[in-house]
Every structure is written in C-alpha cells, then in structure tokens.
C-alpha cells in the first residue's frame, strides 16, 4: 500500500538548512496498524505529510496505492489524497460556523469522479455509529472535544478512504475520552479493513498497534 525509498526532506530557512527527514525508507502493508512515535520535532508530522500527499519529498520516491507519486500531477495528487486517504488532526479542525453535517460532507465537494454513494446518507450512517447522530445541527464549538474528534473522523471516512492518518488523535482530550477515541479508530481498522497510521508521543498509545517505528531528529531509530 505504501512504500517510501531513501527520503528526505530539506527546508531551508532564512540562509540555514534543516533537515526534517533523512533517508526514510518504510514499507506499510494494507489493513496495517501501525503508529509513529518519537520526540517533538524528530520529524513524525513530516513524515505523515508526506505519506499523506500534503508535501513532497526533498528527494526519495513515495509509492502509494502502486503509483509512484513523483509520476503524478497535482491534479492526480489531488484526487489521490482526497479518495484514498482521511485525516485525523489534534486540533480537529472544524469549521465552527458549519454544521456538524456540513463539516462531514466537506470532502465530498472536492471529490473529483462521480461518487457512488449518496453522501448524506452517509454521513448520517456514520453519525450513528459513532452516537453522536442528534448532534447533526448543532456547530463544532457546542460540542465536547470528544464529540468534536468524532465528527472529525466520521469526516475523515466521508469519502470511504482506504487509508486513516491521526496526528496526535487524543493530545487534546482527557485519558478517558482519549482511550474510547483510539478504541473506536482500532475498530474502523477491523470492521472498515482500513489501514491506519497514527502519529503519537505516547508509548502506551503505540504499544497497542502491531507496528510501530520510532523516530528522532529525521530518522528512524527503531522498530
């Protein structure tokens, strides 16, 4: 499903160079659980940029989906990253002055070839299942912070994507709140068949996943 091959990523900031990632190579398999651990600023937001489309590579391939993405336009890598991946933020990133229904179906109005689903049902399915369904009118700053990472992720799987990306998915909640959430992101894994990758500083967190690497200052270090 994923594959990345010697990468790097270099910034260069006013006159000096930093080097975020460097010579990265990682193999995820479909359906895997695997998270990302490692300090702060060890490059694992980085890392997950990049494996999920939102920034390119300094150097090194990344495969995804069996498509080299250097291959790719940024219209193909658009679509890419809108039908094949969701993402889970920390800082869930809803708009409050949409609704809980139309924060969900926002991706949707992005998705480039006809869907074959009806988009609304969708997202009420998903709001049952997650059992928040008699918040589907009511906006984001009404809502706890776990009701809120919830209508995130029914977001994240709108589209019906093959692949979940959390960047600290319970850094901004409570150890209850924050368990129940991983509870139900390792469930989408079993039921859905998803492949799910999350970035996260906890251990704890980490050792519940089959998988996982730890990074520090660009590279990984162990696994």
Do not use: W
């Not at 990682?26 to 997950?48: H, Y």
């Amino acid at each position: 499903m994923i594959e990345l091959s010697n990468v790097s990523k270099i910034y260069k900031l006013d006159g000096d160079v930093f080097t975020a990632l460097e010579k990265i190579d990682l193999k995820i398999k479909n359906g895997e659980v695997f998270a990302i651990t490692g300090p702060s600023g060890c490059g694992k937001s980085t890392l997950m940029h990049i494996i999920g489309l939102l920034d390119d590579p300094s150097s090194g391939q990344v495969i995804i989906n069996g498509k080299n993405t250097r291959d790719l336009s940024d219209n193909e890598l658009s679509s890419m990253r809108n039908e094949l991946i969701g993402f889970v933020f920390q800082q869930f990133n809803l708009i409050n002055k949409l609704t809980v229904l139309e924060n969900i179906l926002l991706p949707t109005q992005y998705c480039r070839k006809k869907m074959q689903f009806d988009p609304r049902k969708r997202a009420i399915e998903l709001l049952e299942r997650f059992d928040i369904a008699e918040k589907i009118k009511s906006y984001p700053n009404k809502l706890s912070g776990g009701q809120q990472q919830r209508v995130a992720i029914a977001r994240a799987l709108i589209n019906k994507p093959k692949i979940i990306l959390a960047d600290e998915p319970t850094g901004n909640l409570d150890s209850k709140t924050g368990a129940k959430i991983l509870d139900l992101l390792l469930d989408l894994n079993k039921t859905d068949q998803l492949t799910l990758i999350i970035v996260t500083h906890d251990k704890e967190m980490a050792s519940r996943f089959e998988r996982h690497i730890h990074m520090f200052d660009g590279r990984i270090v162990g696994e």
